[in-house]
T-cell receptor, first 111, second 117 residues
Framework: KQEVTQIPAALSVPEGENLVLNCSFT??????LQWFRQDPGKGLTSLLL?????REQTSGRLNASLDKSSGRSTLYIAASQPGDSATYLC??????????FGAGTRLTVKP | GAVVSQHPSRVICKSGTSVKIECRSL??????MFWYRQFPKQSLMLMAT?????????EQGVEKDKFLINHASLTLSTLTVTSAHPEDSSFYIC?????????????FGEGSWLTVV
């Protein structure tokens, strides 16, 4: 059974800092891995999607890496801003299209 | 582009009543849809896989008689929470895969917030 773990559970940083969120999964037979953002009381916003054959994806200040063999992914956020404050979810997609989510990292960026 | 729409986005119901949540795939057909539940400050957990024209597949621990899933058409799946209790208050979200080229993309609905009072 696929289990997804995210560390840390919560993170508070001053504005401008670079930070790394970690995600690990137990079964390396994945279709892809996706990072989402969830604001309080809202749905999911897709940030980055990494296919199983890829090693990283970048979008603006965000960079996500994938090491499938070791079951790890990281989300790097450069020059953090207060608007980045949210919960970040890592999700692993299996070949049958369902997704397994981590518990998330609650990020607070202080002005 | 492909979109998945959920309705209602927020609903309040009384204990003991039933409430229906709809998940629609717009501009594409989805023979399979997925229903997730998220309790406060917890992650999304897969509840069931909705299959068009056949019974849904429920994850372990999810009561199929309480969470009725119907996938009557290729664009609509419904989740009915029967005899709702306050502990059923949660965020419910659906997703649907859309075949594009040699692969497919998963699209999520906007989610539905259920409060049982």
């Amino acid at each position: 059974k696929q289990e997804v773990t995210q560390i840390p559970a919560a993170l508070s940083v001053p504005e401008g800092e670079n930070l790394v969120l970690n995600c690990s999964f137990t079964d390396s037979a994945i279709y892809n891995l996706q990072w989402f953002r969830q604001d309080p009381g809202k749905g999911l916003t897709s940030l980055l999607l990494i296919q199983s054959s890829q090693r990283e994806q970048t979008s603006g200040r965000l960079n996500a890496s994938l090491d499938k063999s070791s079951g790890r992914s990281t989300l790097y956020i450069a020059a953090s801003q207060p608007g980045d404050s949210a919960t970040y979810l890592c999700a692993v997609r299996r070949n049958n299209n369902d997704m397994r989510f981590g518990a998330g990292t609650r990020l607070t960026v202080k002005p | 582009g492909a979109v998945v729409s959920q309705h209602p986005s927020r609903v309040i119901c009384k204990s003991g009543t039933s409430v229906k949540i709809e998940c629609r795939s717009l501009d594409f057909q989805a023979t399979t849809m997925f229903w997730y539940r998220q309790f406060p400050k917890q992650s999304l957990m897969l509840m069931a896989t909705s299959n068009e024209g056949s019974k849904a597949t429920y994850e372990q621990g999810v009561e199929k008689d309480k969470f009725l899933i119907n996938h009557a058409s290729l664009t609509l799946s419904t989740l009915t929470v029967t005899s709702a209790h306050p502990e059923d208050s949660s965020f419910y979200i659906c997703s649907a895969p859309h075949r594009q080229g040699s692969g497919n993309t998963i699209y999520f609905g906007e989610g539905s917030w259920l409060t049982v009072v």
